[in-house]
T-cell receptor
Framework: KNEVEQSPQNLTAQEGEFITINCSYS?????LHWLQQHPGGGIVSLFM???GKKKHGRLIATINIQEKHSSLHITASHPRDSAVYIC????????????FGQGTELSVKP | DVKVTQSSRYLVKRTGEKVFLECVQD?????MFWYRQDPGLGLRLIYF???????EKGDIPEGYSVSREKKERFSLILESASTNQTSMYLC???????????FGQGTRLTVV
C-alpha cells in the first residue's frame, strides 16, 4: 500500500462544476503540498498546508491532521484547470523530503 | 519569484554514455532534490542535498550520482546511461525543512 493515496485517479468534469480531489496518507507529516502539473512536465506548488484551510482564487485546500486526509477543491472549474494534481507529504523530521501520491488527471470539458 | 532552472527540456542519449543533468536555483536555497517521474510509479526521490558538498541517497539512487559544488547548482549524473533510465527528471529546491518546494520544468531523458 502506498503511503500517499489519491482519489480519483482520473476525473472528467464539465466546465463550471465543483471538483474535489482527495488525498489520504499513512505517515506522520509536518506539511502537505498540493502540486499542479501541466502537459510538458513543469510542476507548480499550489498550496502548502500544515493545518486548517487555505484558499487561492477558485482553489481551496483543507487538511485534517487527525484523520490524515486532505482535499483540494476547485470551484467553477474551467478547461484551463485541466492538469494532473499531485498530493505530496513532507515527512516529519526528514528535512524536506516529499513523498508523492500517484496524481489525479483532471480534464475539464467546455 | 524563485526560479529553478533545468538545463535541458529534452535529451536523447545513447546507452553507456555519461549524462549530466543540471539544476540551478536563484534564491539561495539550502535544500535541493532530484526526482524521477514514471507512469504508474509517480515521483520518486533519487538524491537530495542539504548544503554544499553534502548529499544523501533517496529511495532509488542506484545508477546515479550527484554533485553540489556550489549552493545554487545540483547536478545529477548518470555514469553509464541505460534504457531503464528513460524518464522525466525533476529538480526541486526549498529554503528549509518546513517551507514550500519549488520545481524546475523537468528534463525528459530518452536513452536509446
Amino acid at each position: 500500500k502506498n503511503e500517499v493515496e489519491q482519489s480519483p485517479q482520473n476525473l472528467t468534469a464539465q466546465e463550471g462544476e465543483f471538483i474535489t480531489i482527495n488525498c489520504s496518507y499513512s505517515v506522520g507529516i509536518s506539511a502537505l503540498h498540493w502540486l499542479q502539473q501541466h502537459p510538458g512536465g513543469g510542476i507548480v506548488s499550489l498550496f502548502m498546508l500544515s493545518s486548517g484551510k487555505k484558499k487561492h482564487g477558485r482553489l481551496i485546500a483543507t487538511i485534517n491532521i487527525q484523520e490524515k486526509h486532505s482535499s483540494l477543491h476547485i470551484t467553477a472549474s474551467h478547461p484551463r484547470d485541466s492538469a494532473v494534481y499531485i498530493c505530496a507529504v513532507m515527512i516529519y523530521n526528514q528535512g524536506g523530503k516529499l513523498i508523492f501520491g500517484q496524481g489525479t488527471e483532471l480534464s475539464v470539458k467546455p | 519569484d524563485v526560479k529553478v532552472t533545468q538545463s535541458s527540456r529534452y535529451l536523447v542519449k545513447r546507452t553507456g554514455e555519461k549524462v549530466f543533468l543540471e539544476c540551478v536555483q536563484d534564491m539561495d536555497h539550502e535544500n535541493m532534490f532530484w526526482y524521477r517521474q514514471d507512469p504508474g510509479l509517480g515521483l520518486r526521490l533519487i538524491y537530495f542535498s542539504y548544503d554544499v558538498k553534502m548529499k544523501e541517497k533517496g529511495d532509488i539512487p542506484e545508477g546515479y550520482s550527484v554533485s553540489r559544488e556550489k549552493k545554487e547548482r545540483f547536478s545529477l549524473i548518470l555514469e553509464s546511461a541505460s534504457t531503464n533510465q528513460t524518464s522525466m527528471y525533476l529538480c526541486a529546491s526549498s529554503i528549509g525543512t518546513l517551507t514550500e518546494a519549488f520545481f524546475g520544468q523537468g528534463t525528459r531523458l530518452t536513452v536509446v
